[in-house]
């Protein structure tokens, strides 16, 4: 064979894979676009539930229709509102993050201006704690629509952890005129817990229960932040009662059951305790459960199995962690979370690693700034605290924890008259403070 007929067939048959590859990689991406995400089944009695089999229909149907024609954008966007929702009742945020911004890519593709996309993919971006740029996307759907009151409720999350906090209450002002409902009333109650409000805090968050319809999963999840917050003000009786009544309007809540659990806990009833939180645990996947868990153990002297449960949390969280910084799709930023984690088992240096990283991502949140203090305290550098513990204080918070680590690393760094201050304020009243904290604070007090 000639060298030119050699060399003609050399092309053609480099034209004909690179053909094949292209189609091959066009079909792919086809199949990757038009997947769509099966729904889990749910844990315990929930699974079996009158709702859950609704939402399982509702599920099926759209499903189908997006079968028939990938391009209905109203189906994709219900099936996300499905999965968000869906993620809230499971913990299953990893899965349902994924799945619901899978639909959303998929609208935004042929709307980019779609404003109830642009809504949900903002709220997942905050659900996976990429706070910037949930605002940059919160934002650009407030462009198209200034009258809708949720996404005034976004802007107020998004300043939040941010640490803008003036801003956080200029939009949750403006929320409240738009929409006044239970998604503005506990974003006013959570801000004015923030400025140190308990009294105001517990009276919007008491509005936000009563405009919500009893048993909904967010009128309980409400429910269950107003008996957080008197918690914190020492009134585990007023707490208890509305627990109970969460769980009577929707049995098997998780959230109302771990609420049971830290009333046992303050109670001392620790056997009552771990039940309450290994059953919670058991119906939702939340890492929260499992850290009331090692606690628990370690003051029950279990620490073997406070050991266990702790690198099990750490291996989760590292998981998600890392799923978040190859895939802007999945897992969520979970360094302050990491950073106590690792602190649970004394591995400081990991722990200020984290809080650290977290940190230089939103150098203004008051919560980051406790958890570098907290961090160097913990190393013994009570200096290196003493800044990030003020940045903390600026809102003039009265959360109990917050006022007893204060009150310790001013102790540490030589100011008794501040230290004296916070430790009081943190120790006169019966607020809900991890026992080991308490202690450590009560002693500190009885020397100044």
Known sequence: MKKKNIYLLSIAVFIIATTAIVINYNQKQKAKESYIYELLDRKGPAAQSKEFLAVKKRATDLIAALALNPNDTKSSLKLASLYIQEARETGNYVYYDMAAMHQLKSVLKLEPDNFNALVFKAL????????????TTAAKARAINPYNGYIYGLLVDGNVEMGRYDSAVVYADKMVSVRPDLTSYSRVSYLREIYGDYTGAIKAMKMAVETGGAGDEHTEWTRVQLGSLYEKVGDYKKADTLYQYSLALRPGYAYA???????ALANKDY??????????DSLINDNAMKEELVDIYQITGDSAKA?????????????????????????????????????????????????LLEYNR????????????????????????????KVALKTNSKNPTLLSRAGLIFYKAGDKTMAKTLLQAATSSNAYIAQSLRTESIEAFKTL
């Open 307 to 355: 050991q266990v449960i702790a690198n099990a949390v750490i291996a989760d969280l590292s998981k998600d962690a890392k799923a978040a910084n190859d895939d802007e799709n999945i897992g969520h930023y979970a360094d302050k979370e990491l950073a106590y984690a690792y602190l649970k088992i004394k591995d400081v240096d990991k722990a200020l690693e984290h809080a």
């Open 271 to 280: 056997k009552k305790a771990i039940g309450y939180f290994e059953q919670a």
């Open 257 to 263: 059951i771990a609420g049971l659990g830290r009333v």
């Open 362 to 389: 939103r150098p203004d949140n008051i919560d980051v700034n406790e958890a570098v203090a907290w961090m160097y305290y913990n190393k013994g550098d009570y200096t290196k605290a003493l800044p990030y513990i």
């Open 124 to 135: 997942i971006e905050m659900s996976q704690h990429h706070f910037a740029d949930g605002l």
